[in-house]
């Protein structure tokens, strides 16, 4: 099984991005699937999470401007995400758990908010 994350860049303050992250190989009944991001000299923290029926959270610092969803049909994830700012500046990791429990993590995509 494998996480293919897409859609970091470069973007100025302000702009938009929008990431997804697909699953492939056999996996089965994917419960949460989420966001999560690191900045240099951080520990990695949850960005936004979304369930297979919908239930959505997010970190305080995202939610207004990120916006979590999922194609169930297609194990993916996508992160909308706007108003950025230069904070908002890491590498983005996405996740899958299955109802069992078993974790998937992506191999991180770089974003970066800079004028």
């Known amino acids: 099984v494998q996480l293919q994350a897409f859609g970091g860049g470069l973007v100025q303050p302000g702009g938009s991005l929008r990431l997804s992250c697909a699953a492939s190989?056999?996996?089965?009944?994917?419960?949460?699937m989420g966001w999560y991001r690191q900045a240099p000299g951080k520990q990695r923290e949850l960005v936004a999470v979304?369930?297979?029926?919908?239930?959505?959270n997010y970190a305080a610092s995202v939610r207004g401007r990120f916006t979590i969803s999922r194609d169930n049909a297609k194990n993916t994830v996508y992160l909308q995400m706007d108003s950025l700012k230069p904070e908002d500046t890491a590498v983005y990791y996405c996740?899958?758990?299955?109802?069992?429990?078993?974790?998937?993590w992506g191999q991180g995509t770089q974003v970066t908010v800079s004028s």
């Open positions: 996740k899958q758990v299955t109802y069992g429990g078993t974790a998937y």
């Open positions: 190989g056999s996996i089965y009944s994917i419960n949460v």
């Open positions: 979304v369930t297979r029926g919908g239930s959505t």
